[in-house]
């Protein structure tokens, strides 16, 4: 499965922002998960799969716990590919920081001007 195909899931992209707190177990994600989304805990079980299978997850077994966290190498490669469209906003937040820097120096009270 492609990286986007993974990411373009507003589930799976929440129990990524999860996972990128912290190691998580199973339950309490699946707990949280359910509420938000209203899906089953079979539903949530099948996205923690392709969490892991795409290699964006990894899982531990703690007794009868399974823990999950972050792995950050597919997100590396998809930082890599944003890389050649950075330039697309990076001009803008650039362009928006010159606008904010001339707004506060316009806005300081003058030193000659009188109370």
Do not use: K
């Not at 993974?6 to 998580?24: K, N, S, T």
């Not at 989304?37 to 899982?59: C, D, K, M, W, Y």
């Not at 490669?77 to 650039?94: A, G, S």
């Amino acid at each position: 499965m492609h990286a986007f195909d993974v990411l373009g899931d507003p589930v799976r992209r929440r129990i990524l922002e999860l996972l990128a707190e912290g190691e998580r177990p199973a339950g309490e994600i699946g707990a949280i998960v359910q509420e938000e989304f209203g899906i089953s805990q079979p539903g949530v079980s099948q996205h923690l799969r392709v969490l892991r299978e795409s290699g964006f997850a990894t899982v531990r077994a703690e007794g009868t716990r399974r823990l999950y966290a972050v792995d950050p190498t597919p997100l590396r490669e998809v930082d890599t590919w944003l890389d050649h469209f950075r330039r697309f906003w990076n001009q803008r937040l650039d362009a928006l920081g010159t606008e904010l820097a001339r707004g506060r120096r316009e806005r300081r009270p003058r030193d000659d001007a009188s109370p």
